[in-house]
């Protein structure tokens, strides 16, 4: 995909829109490794808590219970706001 972007840039109309893409790429990264620390910070802390003791078989029963976790805080983040 980037060196479909490099090749496209020799078009004068699809310049810009390359350059939307790499810079919308480069500044979601710091970002995302923002969100991912704070998503560990928390799967810590609701593990350290015992916060999912009752119901980590409910969440992801096919799963180990850390990953269940850390998928439960995923959708969190991203706005998915069911109850606990």
């Known amino acids: 995909m980037w060196k479909f972007l ?14 939307l893409v790499k810079e919308a790429i480069r500044d979601a990264i710091p970002f995302l490794v923002f969100n991912l620390v704070w998503m560990m910070v928390f799967e810590i802390m609701f593990t ?3 916060a ?12 180990h219970p850390f990953f269940g976790i850390l998928f439960y ?6 706005g998915n706001t069911n109850a606990p």
Request: charged share 15%.
């Open 48 to 50: 350290t808590l015992g």
């Open 73 to 78: 805080v995923f959708e969190q983040s991203i």
């Open 6 to 19: 490099i090749m496209m840039q020799v078009n004068e109309r699809f310049g810009l829109l390359t350059v």
């Open 52 to 63: 999912f003791s009752l119901v980590e078989h409910c969440l992801y029963p096919d799963i």
